[in-house]
T-cell receptor
Framework: AQKITQTQPGMFVQEKEAVTLDCTYDTSDPSYGLFWYKQPSSGEMIFLIYQGSYDQQNATEGRYSLNFQKARKSANLVISASQLGDSAMYFCAMRETSGSRLTFGEGTQLTVNP | EPEVTQTPSHQVTQMGQEVILRCVPISNHLYFYWYRQILGQKVEFLVSFYNNEISEKSEIFDDQFSVERPDGSNFTLKIRSTKLEDSAMYFC???????????????FGQGTRLTVV
């Protein structure tokens, strides 16, 4: 069974600094995809970035990058140059090829301080 | 930009009543999902739907739940007899592709906050 673990319930960062949000996963499927979603206080789920298990390079999307370490089964999200609008809950999620569902972690509440 | 639309945004219902949550997925998407998020907890998968039938469901999705695509645009989640523990945010999502395609991001609606009293 797939499992996602986010060990940081809350993180704080100063505006303009970089922050890393941790995510580890467990799966027996050799083929899978990893996703990060942002959930602001308004409640919607916003897709940020995707990493495939066979991708050779770490994914990047603007200020977001994914530090993918397959052997360690980790997929940490790095946000560079934090902005006040980055304050939100961040969820790591995984999809295996054997299914269609996304399995989410517990989330990390990020607060960006001015 | 196309988006997933959910109605209503909030619903309050009495325990034991039936509720129907409505969703309009993105028009060219083929796979539809319902997730729920109990307040302060993680997002949990309920069910996926493709080609007018359920393709996958979780253990949460018991006989009290059903899904339907009554026409070409709407996708609904029905809870037959609501319980207090059904209180949660319910998210509809859609993807262009589904099983076997890992790199398909799910687009989520704004959610329906269901409160059972």
């Amino acid at each position: 069974a797939q499992k996602i673990t986010q060990t940081q319930p809350g993180m704080f960062v100063q505006e303009k600094e970089a922050v890393t949000l941790d995510c580890t996963y467990d799966t027996s499927d050799p083929s899978y995809g990893l996703f990060w979603y942002k959930q602001p206080s308004s409640g919607e789920m916003i897709f940020l970035i995707y990493q495939g298990s066979y991708d050779q390079q770490n994914a990047t999307e603007g200020r977001y990058s994914l530090n993918f370490q397959k052997a360690r089964k980790s997929a940490n999200l790095v946000i560079s140059a934090s902005q006040l609008g980055d304050s939100a809950m961040y969820f790591c999620a995984m999809r295996e090829t054997s299914g269609s569902r996304l399995t989410f972690g517990e989330g990390t509440q990020l607060t960006v301080n001015p | 930009e196309p988006e997933v639309t959910q109605t209503p945004s909030h619903q309050v219902t009495q325990m034991g009543q039936e509720v129907i949550l409505r969703c309009v997925p993105i028009s060219n998407h083929l796979y539809f999902y319902w997730y729920r998020q109990i307040l302060g907890q993680k997002v949990e998968f309920l069910v996926s739907f493709y080609n007018n039938e359920i393709s996958e469901k979780s253990e949460i999705f018991d006989d009290q739940f059903s899904v339907e695509r009554p026409d070409g645009s709407n996708f609904t989640l029905k809870i037959r007899s609501t319980k207090l523990e059904d209180s949660a945010m319910y998210f509809c999502a859609s993807t262009k592709r589904g099983q076997g395609k890992m790199n398909t991001e799910a687009f989520f609606g704004q959610g329906t906050r269901l409160t059972v009293v």
